[in-house]
């Protein structure tokens, strides 16, 4: 029996990804929000990378915010057609109250 990576090997991004998305972000009409969190999060995967010298934590922010620049277009489509989502179910109705 031979060794398989639980997730399939991927390629890292392009290094200027990160400036492409952060360009992306300012251009979003969620801009004031997105763009600090962000920043936020490069922030951190670069501290994180400087401390280990491993860039998987920066390959994972732009992965992340990849996948929420790819997605916001459905995702708004979504709240345009008016899809309700208020019929939801308490989680004390699904599990019961904690004792």
Do not use: C, N
Not at 55 to 63: D, K, N, P, Q, S
């Amino acid at each position: 029996m031979s060794a398989q990576p639980v997730q399939p090997h991927q390629l890292p991004p392009a290094p200027a990804a990160a400036a492409k998305f952060r360009t992306r972000i300012v251009r979003h009409d969620a801009a004031d929000r997105w763009l600090p969190a962000f920043d936020r999060d490069w922030a951190a995967a670069l501290e994180e990378s400087r401390a280990t010298y491993d860039l998987t934590a920066l390959h994972e922010v732009v992965r992340e915010w990849q996948g929420r620049l790819d997605t916001a277009p459905a995702v708004a489509a979504l709240i345009a057609s008016g899809f309700e989502d208020t019929d939801t179910v308490a989680l004390e109705d699904v599990i019961g109250t904690r004792r």
